[in-house]
Structures are given as structure tokens and as C-alpha cells.
């Protein structure tokens, strides 16, 4: 084993960051003394171990020297003398009006509007131009409403005609949003309505909210119920949704439309039920386990108290929280719009502090456990102990659930749903539940109900599973799929999880090809445990790049693998879709509880931060199956429910 693997940006709760006014104002005024002490002899002030983002950089950190200055926090001779000289370097170094070579996305050859470039160098990745040019017009803006008397008449003036030259140059020369990304387009709109307010002609206006409806609203997908705008082929983003947040809330403050509220209502809904109780998540078409820092803080926190959810649990990026930096410690400029608006912003996080259940169509979230379920109500996030249990891969098949392993050794995860699942929340004696009824069709072409139950009393998640033996062939293996301890919390970091053990046996690594690990029903992990009712067993994926925690993908994270697996470079497409190619992870696998009733199978388990004893019964009852456990007693309701075909539910605590 070679040194510990960390996540690369999940690190602690953004709302834990201090966010009052004496906080902002010492940031900030360090991030532009050190600026000011790195601007080059031209007026630059560029990261210069930056090599892309670079064409709106020097313009964004001259926007943070400019709310200073509106702030009155620095008026001196040191700053008017540096802004200035960062404004004339800009207009005449990175304003761009010559075609970029290989660009193959515009509308208007020749057109010599202005436009800012992602790498600066002719021809070298054109395809970045069309968001640094929404970044530079979202600076622009902003140093046009935060400076006014820091700049001469002409030198403002050039700048505002640039700034609708950038409009022109995005809506005219360019096809608008190239990269089907709907954070940059709305970010263009956010750029249209704020500059259409400093204009006697409105007319940009008009044209933004055009735009927005026709290029990004009616564009929209749907996942779990809620629609959300498209990020590089697909809706769920972890890095770009909040930022899209952050976008959506500045567009409402501007324009006091209500579309935008509407629309960051949904996303936030999608973030409340996607985010584990710590606010870890992982997943998506861009970024799988890269969180906003700076550029979420504002919609994260804008729509907290709409929505009256706690999002900023969000685990955030504690490298880039009040700035974006490339150097550590010094501003890059880029997102710096997003900054300027948070220091502007006086909302307050939304904060739960009731201390019960909190139940959503695809969650469910108690104290510090929670699970989280995917469209089709298959659990794919358990966070308990301070750890992450993402979904396991088998045989292509991804969740959390009842595994059927057939004599020829195919398998099937029974978890995919036959038409509507039914789902029953309940919450009482200190306890939150869920159940979910699917119907899942076998191999043979039989349908069979299972049922999912999920109980939490706040420090624990309990699993149990309930499904009807009977509709099964007598020669097949019935194994419960307990999902992959993946990443615990250390300090400010997630670490992933390199080994296992039962209690008082020697570590077991999570790699190696044909392992396997016989437990009496309890597996650790770094502080966490998962204890089940019958025994438990982890099997090692065999070798190979499209295995997880292979000897070839043991340092590797889930995003790591994910990309390599994915369509396109490192960056571009849905790597999302690279996962879904994942052939098999480890498993940890549970066997069914011995006491149940006859022609049924019964599975239970216990996530938590530290071994429990695990005796299990079940037994028949009128409405159900009567499932007996030492932290509760619950009453599974026949898969075809009431009269009503309502599912019937009842839990109490033991």
C-alpha cells in the first residue's frame, strides 16, 4: 500500500466558514495587498503559474480591488495607483478582436468584436474563449459599478464599450453556449441584465431573458422529479449546481424575476436530497467528487432559506472559499464576480437546528446518517460514522440492495424497478423511517416484491430488506449487497478507505484480486462499522482498470476512475458515463438473518460509528412481517399494502 488517497476538494461544511463582516473585510484585504504586492511592472496581475483561465484573470483580481475601494476599505494613492495600471493593461493586452485560429464555432468570421481567451496563445484551446469571455464581461461589469471614480472618464468608457462588445461578441460572433453548459450560460445572462442596467438602452435586457428561456430553461432535464439545467450532457453536477445556485440567485437580484427563484428552487430541492447528512456527495457529468468553494457560497446560501434546508453542510473546498486561488493564499481573479457578490450579500445560512428526521422523496437524514436514493429509489449513499458507503458494482449492476447469484454465476441486483415504486415515511419515538415497495422482475421473467426498509435514530442507519423467496429458483444464492466503505472523514478531509477487519483480526486490504474475508456478522473500517444480523463477507475484485480498488485502481478515487473510463479527455463529455462502465467493486456481502418466516428472506444491518450486537428476529403477522431488532421493532406491511394499496409502516423503539 503506498500513502493515504484523500478526495481532492471535499473538506468541511461551507457554512462553518466565519462569513461576518470583520472576517470578510481581513480577507479581503489580504487577498489585494498580496496582489498588489505581485502586479508585474505592466499592470499585471495574472497568476503566472496559471496556464488556462488566464484571458479574464488579470480583469478579476482589478474587480476585488475595486470593492475595496467601494467599500472604503482602501482609498489610497497605492491602490488608485495599481487599478489603474491593471485597467489600462487589460484594454490593451487582453481584449482579443482578431479570430482565434481553430476556432470552429463562430457565427461571424472577421467580426472584430472583443473577446477574452481561456489560453492565450493563438489557436491553443479555442474552445474555452466563449466562457472566459462571460467570466471577463461578469469583471467588467462589476468594475464598472464598484469604480466609478477610481478610473479616468475615457479609460471607464473604453471599458463599458467593451463590455458590449464581450455581449456582441457572445450572442452575435459565437454560437451561444458552444459547450452545452448551462452554469455559462446563465452566467452570460446574469452578465446581460446587470449591464443592460447601466445602458440607456434596455434592450440587452430583453435579449438575456430571451436567451435564458430559450437556450437554458427549455433545455432543462429531469432527474428525481426536479429539473435541472444541462452541464456537458447531463443535469447532475457537483461543482457547476451550486455555481448555477450562485448565478441563479445574482439573476433574481438583479432582474427581480421570479423565473430565477423557481428555477435555483429545484436545484436546491436536488442538492437537499442528494447531500448525506455530512454534505458529502459524489456522482455526475463533470465533476464527481470536486465541490464549489467560493463560487456555490452565494446560491448555497441564498437558497437555504428559501427552500429551509440546510445546504451548507455542503462539503466545500476549504482552498478556495472566499477566492479563487491558483497560488495558495494569493487571488487568481477568476470567480471573482462570485466573491464580489457573496461581500455584497447580507442572507444567512439556513440552519436546521430541530434535531429530527428530515425526509425528502429520495433521502432520508437524521442527526449525523443519512441515505440517499437515485430516480428509481435505489440507495446508492449511505453516510454514517463519519463515513461515506457509496454504491457497489456488480456485474455492470450498481446500488445498495438484495443480490441473486444464479448457478451458471450471473448475477442480479434486484433493484431495478418494474413500473412505480410506493414509498411510506414514519417518524416517532426518536426515530426516522422509510420504506420502499418496488417490483422487480427476475431472469426467469417472475415478478417478486421487495421491500427496503430504512430506520435512523440519528447516530445509525438501519438496513432491512424483505423479499419473498418463493418467486425464486430453490438453486440460486440470496445475498444482501451492503455497499463500499469508500471515505472517512479525517480532520478537514475524506480519506478513502484502504482496508477492512473483523473485530480483532488483522487488516484486509481493499485490493488484490479473489480475496475474501469471512466474518460473524460485524466489519471495520477507520472508526466505522458495519454490523449486520447473520454473517458478513468482502470479495476483492479480480484486476483491471474497470475494477474498483484493483492493484490498477487502489490509489485511484471514484472520480479518477470514472474519467479513465469515461468518453472523452479528462475534462470534457460525462465522465459520469465512464462509472456506469465500472465492471465490479469490492463487495461486502450479508447473509439473511436465520430466524424468519417461511418463504421469505429477511436481511438486516447496522451502519454506525462502532459495532452493535445485531440479534435479529422476524416473524409473520397479520399486515406484514413483524421485524424485531435491539433498537426498534418494525411492522413491513404486505408488499401489496392496505386496502388502498397504501404500504403500511409502523416502527417504535425497543
Same mark, same amino acid.
Given at each position: 500500500?503506498?500513502?493515504?488517497?484523500?478526495?481532492?476538494?471535499?473538506?468541511?461544511?461551507?457554512?462553518?466558514?466565519?462569513?461576518?463582516?470583520?472576517?470578510?473585510?481581513?480577507?479581503?484585504?489580504?487577498?489585494?495587498?498580496?496582489?498588489?504586492?505581485?502586479?508585474?511592472?505592466?499592470?499585471?496581475?495574472?497568476?503566472?503559474?496559471?496556464?488556462?483561465?488566464?484571458?479574464?484573470?488579470?480583469?478579476?483580481?482589478?474587480?476585488?480591488?475595486?470593492?475595496?475601494?467601494?467599500?472604503?476599505?482602501?482609498?489610497?494613492?497605492?491602490?488608485?495607483?495599481?487599478?489603474?495600471?491593471?485597467?489600462?493593461?487589460?484594454?490593451?493586452?487582453?481584449?482579443?478582436?482578431?479570430?482565434?485560429?481553430?476556432?470552429?464555432?463562430?457565427?461571424?468570421?472577421?467580426?472584430?468584436?472583443?473577446?477574452?481567451?481561456?489560453?492565450?496563445?493563438?489557436?491553443?484551446?479555442?474552445?474555452?474563449?466563449?466562457?472566459?469571455?462571460?467570466?471577463?464581461?461578469?469583471?467588467?461589469?462589476?468594475?464598472?459599478?464598484?469604480?466609478?471614480?477610481?478610473?479616468?472618464?475615457?479609460?471607464?468608457?473604453?471599458?463599458?464599450?467593451?463590455?458590449?462588445?464581450?455581449?456582441?461578441?457572445?450572442?452575435?460572433?459565437?454560437?451561444?453556449?458552444?459547450?452545452?453548459?448551462?452554469?455559462?450560460?446563465?452566467?452570460?445572462?446574469?452578465?446581460?441584465?446587470?449591464?443592460?442596467?447601466?445602458?440607456?438602452?434596455?434592450?440587452?435586457?430583453?435579449?438575456?431573458?430571451?436567451?435564458?428561456?430559450?437556450?437554458?430553461?427549455?433545455?432543462?432535464?429531469?432527474?428525481?422529479?426536479?429539473?435541472?439545467?444541462?452541464?456537458?450532457?447531463?443535469?447532475?453536477?457537483?461543482?457547476?449546481?451550486?455555481?448555477?445556485?450562485?448565478?441563479?440567485?445574482?439573476?433574481?437580484?438583479?432582474?427581480?424575476?421570479?423565473?430565477?427563484?423557481?428555477?435555483?428552487?429545484?436545484?436546491?430541492?436536488?442538492?437537499?436530497?442528494?447531500?448525506?447528512?455530512?454534505?458529502?456527495?459524489?456522482?455526475?457529468?463533470?465533476?464527481?467528487?470536486?465541490?464549489? %468553494?467560493?463560487?456555490?457560497? $452565494?446560491?448555497?446560501?441564498?437558497?437555504?432559506? #428559501?427552500? =429551509?434546508?440546510?445546504? &451548507?453542510?455542503? +462539503? *466545500?473546498?476549504?482552498?478556495?472559499?472566499?477566492?479563487?486561488?491558483?497560488?495558495?493564499?494569493?487571488?487568481?481573479?477568476?470567480?471573482?464576480?462570485?466573491?464580489?457578490?457573496?461581500?455584497?450579500?447580507?442572507?444567512?445560512?439556513?440552519?436546521?437546528?430541530?434535531?429530527?428526521?428530515?425526509?425528502?422523496?429520495?433521502?432520508?437524514?437524521?442527526?449525523?446518517?443519512?441515505?440517499?436514493?437515485?430516480?428509481?429509489?435505489?440507495?446508492?449513499?449511505?453516510?454514517?460514522?463519519?463515513?461515506?458507503?457509496?454504491?457497489?458494482?456488480?456485474?455492470?449492476?450498481?446500488?445498495?440492495?438484495?443480490?441473486?447469484?444464479?448457478?451458471? %454465476?450471473?448475477?442480479?441486483? $434486484?433493484?431495478?424497478?418494474?413500473?412505480?415504486? #410506493?414509498? =411510506?415515511?414514519?417518524? &416517532?419515538?426518536? +426515530? *426516522?423511517?422509510?420504506?420502499?415497495?418496488?417490483?422487480?422482475?427476475?431472469?426467469?421473467?417472475?415478478?417478486?416484491?421487495?421491500?427496503?426498509?430504512?430506520?435512523?435514530?440519528?447516530?445509525?442507519?438501519?438496513?432491512?430488506?424483505?423479499?419473498?423467496?418463493?418467486?425464486?429458483?430453490?438453486?440460486?444464492?440470496?445475498?444482501?449487497?451492503?455497499?463500499?466503505?469508500?471515505?472517512?472523514?479525517?480532520?478537514?478531509?475524506?480519506?478513502?478507505?484502504?482496508?477492512?477487519?473483523?473485530?480483532?483480526?488483522?487488516?484486509?486490504?481493499?485490493?488484490?484480486?479473489?480475496?475474501?474475508?469471512?466474518?460473524?456478522?460485524?466489519?471495520?473500517?477507520?472508526?466505522?462499522?458495519?454490523?449486520?444480523?447473520?454473517?458478513?463477507?468482502?470479495?476483492?475484485?479480480?484486476? &483491471?482498470?474497470?475494477?474498483?480498488?484493483?492493484?490498477?485502481?487502489?490509489?485511484?478515487?471514484?472520480?479518477?476512475?470514472?474519467?479513465?473510463?469515461?468518453?472523452?479527455?479528462?475534462?470534457?463529455?460525462?465522465?459520469?458515463?465512464?462509472?456506469?462502465?465500472?465492471?465490479?467493486?469490492?463487495?461486502?456481502?450479508?447473509?439473511?438473518?436465520?430466524?424468519?418466516?417461511?418463504?421469505?428472506?429477511?436481511?438486516?444491518?447496522?451502519?454506525?460509528?462502532?459495532?452493535?450486537?445485531?440479534?435479529?428476529?422476524?416473524?409473520?403477522?397479520?399486515?406484514?412481517?413483524?421485524?424485531?431488532?435491539?433498537?426498534?421493532?418494525?411492522?413491513?406491511?404486505?408488499?401489496?399494502?392496505?386496502?388502498?394499496?397504501?404500504?403500511?409502516?409502523?416502527?417504535?423503539?425497543?
Amino acid at each position: 500500500m503506498t500513502s493515504a488517497v484523500y478526495l481532492p476538494s471535499q473538506h468541511a461544511s461551507v457554512h462553518n466558514l466565519p462569513d461576518d463582516d470583520e472576517q470578510l473585510r481581513a480577507v479581503l484585504a489580504e487577498a489585494v495587498a498580496a496582489a498588489i504586492a505581485r502586479q508585474r511592472p505592466d499592470g499585471n496581475f495574472e497568476d503566472p503559474a496559471a496556464d488556462d483561465d488566464v484571458g479574464d484573470m488579470s480583469l478579476g483580481v482589478l474587480s476585488l480591488l475595486c470593492l475595496a475601494w467601494h467599500r472604503g476599505d482602501r482609498r489610497d494613492a497605492e491602490l488608485v495607483e495599481a487599478a489603474r495600471r491593471g485597467l489600462d493593461f487589460v484594454l490593451s493586452e487582453r481584449v482579443f478582436r482578431t479570430d482565434n485560429p481553430g476556432e470552429l464555432f463562430y457565427r461571424v468570421r472577421h467580426s472584430g468584436l472583443p473577446y477574452a481567451r481561456y489560453v492565450l496563445g493563438d489557436g491553443e484551446h479555442p474552445f474555452g474563449d466563449w466562457p472566459s469571455t462571460v467570466w471577463a464581461m461578469l469583471h467588467a461589469v462589476n468594475v464598472l459599478e464598484l469604480g466609478q471614480g477610481l478610473f479616468t472618464d475615457a479609460r471607464y468608457a473604453e471599458l463599458a464599450d467593451v463590455a458590449t462588445g464581450f455581449w456582441r461578441w457572445l450572442t452575435e460572433a459565437s454560437v451561444f453556449n458552444p459547450q452545452q453548459t448551462a452554469n455559462q450560460a446563465i452566467g452570460a445572462v446574469v452578465a446581460g441584465l446587470t449591464l443592460g442596467r447601466l445602458l440607456p438602452d434596455k434592450s440587452i435586457v430583453d435579449e438575456s431573458m430571451a436567451l435564458y428561456h430559450s437556450e437554458v430553461r427549455s433545455k432543462r432535464i429531469t432527474d428525481r422529479g426536479l429539473r435541472l439545467p444541462v452541464e456537458h450532457g447531463a443535469g447532475h453536477d457537483q461543482n457547476y449546481l451550486p455555481i448555477s445556485l450562485t448565478f441563479l440567485a445574482r439573476a433574481h437580484q438583479v432582474s427581480g424575476e421570479q423565473c430565477f427563484l423557481d428555477d435555483g428552487d429545484e436545484i436546491a430541492r436536488h442538492l437537499e436530497c442528494r447531500l448525506s447528512a455530512r454534505g458529502f456527495d459524489f456522482g455526475g457529468p463533470r465533476y464527481s467528487e470536486q465541490h464549489s %468553494g467560493c463560487e456555490g457560497m $452565494l446560491g448555497l446560501r441564498f437558497f437555504s432559506g #428559501r427552500i =429551509r434546508a440546510d445546504l &451548507g453542510r455542503y +462539503l *466545500g473546498d476549504r482552498r478556495v472559499a472566499y477566492y479563487c486561488a491558483a497560488t495558495p493564499g494569493v487571488a487568481s481573479g477568476h470567480f471573482a464576480f462570485t466573491t464580489v457578490w457573496f461581500w455584497q450579500d447580507d442572507h444567512k445560512w439556513y440552519r436546521d437546528t430541530s434535531g429530527g428526521p428530515v425526509h425528502t422523496p429520495y433521502s432520508l437524514r437524521h442527526g449525523q446518517v443519512s441515505v440517499s436514493l437515485t430516480g428509481q429509489l435505489t440507495p446508492y449513499l449511505i453516510d454514517a460514522g463519519s463515513t461515506a458507503v457509496i454504491e457497489s458494482v456488480v456485474d455492470h449492476q450498481h446500488g445498495i440492495g438484495p443480490l441473486v447469484r444464479y448457478p451458471d %454465476g450471473k448475477t442480479l441486483l $434486484l433493484t431495478r424497478p418494474l413500473g412505480p415504486a #410506493r414509498v =411510506r415515511d414514519a417518524t &416517532g419515538d426518536g +426515530l *426516522g423511517a422509510k420504506l420502499v415497495t418496488k417490483a422487480v422482475v427476475t431472469r426467469d421473467q417472475v415478478m417478486l416484491a421487495v421491500q427496503q426498509l430504512y430506520v435512523s435514530d440519528g447516530e445509525r442507519m438501519h438496513v432491512v430488506a424483505v423479499l419473498d423467496r418463493a418467486a425464486l429458483p430453490a438453486d440460486v444464492e440470496v445475498t444482501f449487497l451492503a455497499g463500499l466503505p469508500y471515505a472517512t472523514a479525517d480532520g478537514e478531509r475524506q480519506r478513502r478507505i484502504r482496508t477492512v477487519a473483523e473485530p480483532g483480526g488483522a487488516p484486509f486490504d481493499l485490493g488484490g484480486p479473489g480475496e475474501v474475508l469471512t466474518t460473524k456478522g460485524v466489519l471495520l473500517a477507520d472508526g466505522f462499522a458495519i454490523s449486520a444480523g447473520a454473517a458478513l463477507r468482502v470479495v476483492n475484485p479480480p484486476d &483491471g482498470p474497470a475494477y474498483v480498488n484493483s492493484t490498477q485502481t487502489v490509489d485511484l478515487t471514484q472520480e479518477q476512475v470514472a474519467f479513465a473510463l469515461g468518453d472523452d479527455p479528462r475534462g470534457y463529455g460525462n465522465p459520469d458515463a465512464g462509472w456506469q462502465r465500472v465492471v465490479a467493486t469490492n463487495h461486502v456481502l450479508a447473509e439473511p438473518v436465520s430466524d424468519m418466516p417461511h418463504g421469505r428472506v429477511v436481511f438486516a444491518l447496522c451502519y454506525g460509528p462502532e459495532a452493535v450486537p445485531m440479534p435479529v428476529s422476524a416473524e409473520a403477522a397479520e399486515e406484514g412481517v413483524l421485524v424485531r431488532t435491539p433498537a426498534f421493532t418494525a411492522l413491513v406491511g404486505h408488499p401489496a399494502g392496505d386496502a388502498h394499496g397504501e404500504p403500511v409502516l409502523r416502527v417504535t423503539a425497543r
